[in-house]
């Protein structure tokens, strides 16, 4: 088990409660499972690969309910967790993974307990610390796109401006050509 602590208290506006469960589900969610597969090369995992010890049954039960739950929402047909024994393709390997998973919220505290079911202890211990890892990688891509996005913004803005002051000077030199009016010291343009 691996412990998250969500950190975003301006996020979570005056109902915390919405934010809360929003980051339950990121950490329960497909995306997040896909970078952990990937992370942890689960085709290289025995018990993940077909060759080591095969989950607990009710693992493989939960898994095929999530699954066949989730199916409609991602617009599949909604096959259930394999239970050949050969290697399985990166989105089974997620379903796989996802079925082991179990998220905790701790009352009254902002962290969340993480549990991932294996038959290797070192192995259930890296995959949540993977998984937690993940997780928070994801928030900081997620920031920096955004810290991005907002950049290129203001760089648009100022070239805008920058535009806007440069025809008003041009506008300026225009009429004070046209007007024969010449631009004095400060203090004389006062007077």
């Keep these: 088990a691996v ?5 975003e208290p301006y996020l979570t506006y005056s109902d915390p409660e919405p934010y809360f469960q929003t980051q339950y589900k990121i950490l329960q969610g497909r995306d997040l499972a896909l970078r952990a597969v990937r992370h942890l090369r689960l085709d290289n995992v025995p018990e993940f690969n077909g060759q080591g010890v095969a989950p607990p049954m009710l693992t493989q039960v939960v898994g095929t309910i999530k699954t066949k739950i989730a199916a409609p929402f991602r617009g599949d047909p909604g ?3 394999p239970s050949t024994r050969k290697a399985a393709p990166e989105n089974e390997q997620a379903d796989a993974f996802l079925g082991r998973i179990q998220v905790s919220p701790v009352r009254g505290s902002r962290l969340v307990d993480v549990y991932f079911v294996s038959a290797e202890p070192q192995f259930a211990a890296r995959a949540a610390n993977v998984l937690a890892e993940e997780y928070v990688n994801q928030n900081l891509e997620f920031r920096l796109q955004n810290t991005d ?3 290129q913004w203001l760089t ?4 805008k401006q920058q535009n806007v002051v440069q025809a008003s ?3 300026l030199a225009e009429y004070r050509e046209n007007q024969n009016a010449l631009s004095l010291e400060d203090r004389q343009n006062i007077i």
Excluded: A
């Excluded at 412990?3 to 950190?7: L, R």
């Design 3 to 7: 412990q998250t602590d969500f950190k």
């Design 79 to 81: 096959t259930p967790v």
């Design 149 to 151: 996005q907002t950049l």
């Design 156 to 159: 648009q803005e100022v070239g």
């Design 169 to 171: 000077e041009r506008m």
